[in-house]
């Protein structure tokens, strides 16, 4: 069954602080996976988008990874702000034929000053 | 460059009514996506459309039914409206596919309450 499954659910943390949020996934064949932010009641901004080659990609603050072999992604936010307070997606495309969107639940994160 | 654009922003419904929502993508995208956001629940997916037609569909009922008109704006209908239907109705467009690097952009969404 093709599945996104993304940890924690919800994470606090104090602005200036790293932290990491953890994406896995079950799709198979496997085009790319993406990194979405979404502010309360917005539409999701795209952060990253990773094929099966690339290992890392940054944007900014933001450092995604993929282990193409384990089927794991990740999303670094370096020196949080308050402006991080989101819910962050982790989609997968699955390839063959019409390619298919499958989203993760999504981590709430909040940053406090 | 104008983003995506939905419309109306709100709307309250009751119960049996129907709804219909609207959706212009970015210039020259072809590709237009609906999707449903349930308060606190991730994005499901409900619709694709590409160049006018359907190319996929979320596991949901067929009273949610769209099309895509010849200038790839889109209409999202919903029949029979539910209490559960309530939530944020969002549209994203794409330039092709959302194949090997092409990004979605997403709206504003429609804010739907059904009473």
């Known amino acids: 069954k093709n599945q996104v499954e993304q940890s924690p659910q919800s994470l606090i943390i104090l602005e200036g602080k790293n932290c990491t949020l953890q994406c896995n996934y079950t799709v198979s064949p496997f085009s790319n996976l993406r990194w979405y932010k979404q502010d309360t009641g917005r539409g999701p901004v795209s952060l990253t988008i990773m094929t099966f080659s690339e290992n890392t990609k940054s944007n900014g603050r933001y450092t995604a990874t993929l282990d193409a072999d384990t089927k794991q992604s990740s999303l670094h936010i370096t020196a949080s702000q308050l402006s991080d307070s989101a819910s962050y997606i982790c989609?997968?495309?699955?390839?063959?034929?019409?390619?298919?969107?499958?989203f993760g639940a999504g981590t709430r994160l909040a940053v406090h000053p | 460059e104008a983003g995506v654009t939905q419309s109306p922003t709100h709307l309250i419904k009751t119960r049996g009514q129907q709804v219909t929502l609207r959706c212009s993508p970015i210039s020259g995208h072809t590709s237009v996506y609906w999707y449903q956001q349930a308060l606190g629940l991730g994005l499901q997916f409900l619709l694709w459309?590409?160049?006018?037609?359907?190319?996929n569909r979320g596991n949901f009922p067929p009273r949610f039914s769209g099309r895509q008109f010849p200038n790839y704006s889109s209409e999202l209908n919903v029949n029979a409206l539910e209490l559960e239907d309530s939530a944020l109705y969002l549209c994203?467009?794409?330039?092709?596919?959302?194949?090997?690097?092409?990004?979605?952009?997403f709206g504003p969404g429609t804010r739907l309450t059904v009473l």
């Open positions: 459309y590409d160049e006018g037609e359907e190319r």
């Open positions: 989609v997968v495309i699955r390839s063959g034929g019409y390619n298919k969107l499958i």
């Open positions: 994203a467009s794409s330039l092709a596919p959302a194949g090997l690097t092409d990004t979605q952009y």
